[in-house]
């Protein structure tokens, strides 16, 4: 069974610092990828996802992240925190032929005024 | 308009009372999903509806019972209901009907809280 270990279960940056927040995946195959934010009291919205075009993924807000499968990585990066960016981040990846989503155990994104 | 919609978003109740959960989706998407999200924010697969018809059914206790009256609709009724199902309850679609790697779109969530 595909799975997804996000290391780190609270992260704290500053205010215009780099954001990194860490992914590794288990899979025989190459996976499909997504990182996903949620926002207090709300849904899941996704950033991006990895779907073996490129590997280095461009997402919405200016998050990306790099797909390295000699690391099983797909961590997600952004240069400068933004306040707005405090929030709940899951990284998941999907089944082959049910699109069933494993997700992570989740990264809680605090930034430091 | 909003894509998922899911009601009612709280649902305060006490142990051994039956709800229901309803979700509707405006995407045209061919599946739907429930997820339950629990106090340390773990999610977790509940069901997958494609098309109307059950394609995913994890390990949930039968007092759970998804209705997919057509596919732009899934509901969740539960049956007496017990102190460990408090939890938000998400809806999601995505494009389905075999085209992998689809994103999923997500309802705001439905916070049951059992008394």
């Known amino acids: 069974a595909q799975s997804v270990t996000q290391l780190g279960s609270h992260v704290s940056v500053s205010e215009g610092a780099l954001v990194l927040l860490r992914c590794n995946y288990s899979s025989s195959v190459p996976p499909y990828l997504f990182w996903y934010v949620q926002y207090p009291n709300q849904g899941l919205q996704l950033l991006l996802k990895?779907?073996?075009?490129?590997?280095l993924v461009k997402g919405i807000n200016g998050f990306e992240a790099e797909f390295k499968k000699s690391e099983t990585s797909f961590h997600l990066t952004k240069p400068s925190a933004h306040m707005s960016d405090a929030a709940e981040y899951f990284c998941a990846v999907s089944d082959f032929g049910n699109e069933k989503l494993t997700f992570g155990t989740g990264t809680r994104l605090t930034i430091i005024p | 308009d909003t894509a998922v919609s899911q009601t009612p978003k709280y649902l305060v109740t006490q142990m051994g009372n039956d709800k229901s959960i309803k979700c509707e989706q405006n995407?045209?998407?061919?599946?739907m999903y429930w997820y339950k999200q629990d106090s340390k924010k773990f999610l977790k697969i509940m069901f997958s509806?494609?098309?109307?018809?059950?394609?995913i059914n994890e390990t949930v206790p039968n007092r759970f019972s998804p209705k997919s009256p057509d596919k732009a609709h899934l509901n969740l009724h539960i049956n007496s209901l017990e102190l460990g199902d408090s939890a938000v309850y998400f809806c999601?679609?995505?494009?389905?009907?075999?085209?992998?790697?689809?994103?999923?779109?997500f309802g705001d969530g439905t916070r049951l809280s059992i008394l």
């Open positions: 995407l045209g998407h061919d599946t």
């Open positions: 509806y494609n098309n109307k018809e059950l394609i």
């Open positions: 999601a679609s995505s494009q389905g009907t075999g085209r992998v790697g689809q994103p999923q779109h």
């Open positions: 990895y779907t073996s075009a490129a590997t």
